[in-house]
């Protein structure tokens, strides 16, 4: 299956084209930029760094942050598909997809927690220890994450 996905149109014009794939890894580089930027000053804020930056400056990033998803997963499918069997049995591969899946699963819920506590507390909101877990965890997820991407070429 991987194999006859390499050998799609796409997958052969992203393989051989000059500049396709130099064009695909930089939006995929911008992507990441833009959603680990977002989430990782938003994890800082709430394990209590930036203590000028208010919680809720965050709340309406998290549309642009999905963008820079969005952008990641369109470039990152055509990338794929030019080295699908390659890139299914690396394990830092399937690491890094797996470290996003639960990243952007986490950015939900803390989405949700933080937009709750804001409602419930207003400008006097005191993150609580479970929004701080998760914003922890967020953090060493986008990091493993980007680790795990740059070792595919590696390992």
Known sequence: M??????????????????????????????????????AMRDLRLLGFFSGLHPSAFLPLSKMAW??????????????????VTFISSTP??????????????????????RGELADSGEEAVMRGSIKILAAASLLLWVTAIIAGRLIAYL
Do not use: D, R
């Open 93 to 114: 591969f399937l690491l890094k997809l797996a470290c996003i899946i639960a990243g952007m699963v986490i950015a939900g819920v803390i989405q949700s927690k933080l």
């Open 2 to 39: 991987f194999s006859a996905l390499e050998n799609t149109s796409v997958a052969l014009w992203v393989g051989q084209s000059l500049w396709a794939y130099p064009i695909l890894l930089s939006a995929h580089i911008v992507g990441l930029a833009i959603i680990v930027g977002i989430f």
């Open 67 to 84: 963008m820079g998803f969005i952008i990641n997963a369109v470039s990152g499918i055509l990338l794929f598909t030019s080295q699908a």
